[in-house]
């Protein structure tokens, strides 16, 4: 059965830290890129981030550069972001997608 779980969301402060994983199962999760994205309440999907299989290529959207950080451990079957510097702005659920399939998504609020 194939499975993306995210876990680590929750209340932060702006200026705060949070780290979301996501662990994978029933697929060969070290072929395949992985993505973060996010949706904004009343706004639509945003990729945030990917990471390439084997990682050697990343990326992040213009609105995340610099604070976020998307890295994967494929001994372990798991993808991670790091979320540094959080900004109300930054209040989604955010989801984790692999191969095709998607996870059940996090919530993460940023507010003082």
């Known amino acids: 059965q194939v499975q993306l779980l995210e876990s680590g969301g929750g209340l932060v402060r702006p200026g705060g830290t949070l780290t979301l994983s996501c662990a994978a199962s029933g697929f060969t999760f070290n072929t395949t890129w992985m993505n973060w994205v996010r949706q904004s309440p009343g706004k639509g999907l945003e990729l945030v981030a990917f990471?390439?299989?084997?990682?050697?290529?990343?990326d992040y959207a213009d609105s995340v550069k610099g604070r976020f950080t998307i890295y994967r451990d494929d001994a372990k079957n798991e993808g991670y972001l790091q979320m540094d510097d959080l900004k109300p702005g930054d209040t989604a659920v955010y989801y984790c997608?692999?191969?095709?399939?998607w996870g059940q998504g996090t919530q993460v609020t940023v507010s003082s």
């Open positions: 990471i390439s299989s084997g990682g050697g290529r990343r």
């Open positions: 997608t692999s191969g095709g399939h």
